[in-house]
């Protein structure tokens, strides 16, 4: 079936540490890939997205790509910064399954200054 | 401009009770999303509403469940019969229309606990 698998947390890093979050799927025909994030408080809000192989998606210092030959689309950011503490999920739609989401399971995050 | 609403933020319901869930789009968004949250785990898809039509009811976990979006606007879930296990946040969510990569936008959910 359809799935998508995301690297257990809590990660904890240091400000200025690189991130990476890691995301792996399996599914039919060729999805789109989501990141979404969930501040403490808040509710679930996009930060990046790609629709086709070798996209790569983009917001707030955070990048992602799709590949598809390794059915990934890991997150990274090069410098952390406490504000980005948050709960991350990766998540897939596919074409014809009225962009219903399949999420991970989610990823805390904790920024330390 | 104003985002995604839920009422009520939170609900403690007894088990064998009834409960009703309700969600606030965007407006003028087409199309409408239910998901269930467990602890610790990501959404999970419940129910797909574009306009007031019900187009995929394939995540509701039992007959117990039930949606509506009459007007295809306000949409509400109702929980019949309340079991523990239905403890979870319900996200509602809202979007354009239902094509793929299209971006939701989610409601900030409402935590049922089931005694």
């Known amino acids: 079936g359809n799935s998508v698998t995301q690297m257990e947390g809590p990660v904890t890093l240091s400000e200025e540490a690189f991130l990476t979050i890691n995301c792996t799927y399996t599914a039919t025909g060729y999805p789109s890939l989501f990141w979404y994030v969930q501040y403490p408080g808040e509710g679930l809000q996009l930060l990046l997205k790609?629709?086709?192989?070798?996209d790569k998606g983009s917001n707030k210092g955070f990048e992602a790509t799709y590949r598809k030959e390794t059915t990934s689309f890991h997150l990274e950011k090069g410098s952390v910064q406490v504000s980005d503490s948050a709960v991350y999920f990766c998540a897939l739609s596919l074409r014809g399954g009225y962009n219903k989401l399949i999420f991970g399971a989610g990823t805390r995050l904790a920024v330390h200054p | 401009g104003a985002g995604v609403s839920q009422s009520p933020r939170y609900k403690v319901a007894k088990r064998g009770q009834d409960v009703a869930l309700r969600c606030d789009p965007i407006s003028g968004h087409v199309s409408l999303f239910w998901y269930q949250q467990a602890l610790g785990q990501g959404p999970e898809f419940l129910t797909y509403f574009q306009n007031e039509a019900q187009l995929d009811k394939s995540g509701l976990p039992s007959d117990r469940f039930f949606a509506e979006r009459p007007e295809g606007s306000v949409s509400t879930l109702k929980i019949q019969r309340t079991q523990q296990e239905d403890s979870a946040v319900y996200l509602c969510a809202s979007s354009l229309e239902g094509g793929q990569g299209i971006e939701q936008f989610f409601g900030p959910g409402t935590r049922l606990t089931v005694l």
């Open positions: 790609a629709t086709k192989a070798d």
